[in-house]
């Protein structure tokens, strides 16, 4: 430690030697400059040179111009002797009751009056109201009315994404496209609380869930040893393996958990 604030006492002493130095050396510099290249004074000063402005404003030319003068009006001249004529207004001998109307003016084909199209009003397209109307295939979505329901409507549907389809108290697994492999494990937990908790999954495309995420939009439960269960119970979960899926596809785990 000495060692080192010796070295830098020393370095200190340097700079400041340094910086002395320098200092020293420029002002010496300034003066040599100052003393050679400063102002000559002329011995005889030269002659004054001397500008004259005029500031006299010009005065207008103002030209003669000959004042031109009009005649005054006159009237015309009345004949005096001339007898008066008085002129009566035209009127019509028959008196008529009704607005006198002619083609030019009234509004039908024989007139030039424009009269406006009222605007047709839109029809409404039962296809847009009901969109299930315009599907031909409707083998899994229309709804039936047999005795029993048939394959396709029963819990574990091929199109389905559980081995068990939606039941009470059972997972359910919402992965675009990919299925379970086996079933989903249940979360294991002893505390007296029920509810629903939504894991928000991500999966590779080998089937492996590499991220949880508890609490997604549906959860009704905030009890944290719910969210660990459920969150340990998905990371365990399996899906069908997909080279058409993206390195992490994103999904939701439903947990429904019941009071024992």
């Known amino acids: 430690m000495k060692e080192y604030l010796r070295e830098q006492q020393r370095q200190e002493k340097a700079a400041r ?8 050396a420029l002002h010496a510099v300034g003066l040599v400059l100052v003393a050679t290249s400063g102002l000559k004074y002329l011995d005889p000063p030269p002659p004054e040179m001397t500008f004259l402005m005029d500031f006299s404003e010009e005065e207008e030319i103002v030209e003669n111009r000959p004042d031109y003068t009009g005649t005054e009006p006159r009237s ?26 002619t083609p030019a003016t009234a509004p039908d084909s024989h007139g030039d009056v424009e009269v406006p199209t009222p605007p047709e009003e839109p029809k409404l397209d039962p296809r847009a109201a009901f969109p299930g109307m315009a599907k031909k295939d409707t083998s899994t979505t229309a709804p039936h009315s047999a005795a029993e329901a048939g394959e396709g409507f ?18 359910n697994a919402h992965l675009k496209g990919r299925t379970v492999k086996g079933s989903l494990p ?14 928000q999954i991500w999966v590779d495309p080998y089937g492996n869930v590499q991220r949880a995420l508890p609490g997604a939009e549906g959860t009704t439960v905030t009890d ?23 390195a992490l596809q ?3 785990i439903t947990y429904i958990f019941k009071l024992k």
Do not use: C
Request: aromatic share 4%; charged share 20%.
């Open 17 to 24: 030697r340094t910086g002395i130095f320098l200092t020293a």
């Open 76 to 101: 015309e001249e009345v004949d005096l002797t001339r007898p008066l004529e008085i002129v009566q207004r035209s009127e019509s001998p028959v008196e008529s009751r009704t607005a006198n109307t």
């Open 154 to 171: 029963k819990a574990g549907q091929p199109t389905g994404n559980t081995d068990t389809g939606r039941t009470d108290g059972a997972p």
């Open 186 to 199: 249940r979360p294991a937990y002893n505390v007296q609380l029920s509810g629903i908790v939504v894991v």
């Open 224 to 246: 944290a040893t719910l969210w660990a269960a459920a969150r340990k119970a998905a990371m365990e979960s399996h899906f069908n393996q997909s080279g058409d899926a993206p």
């Open 250 to 252: 994103e999904g939701t």
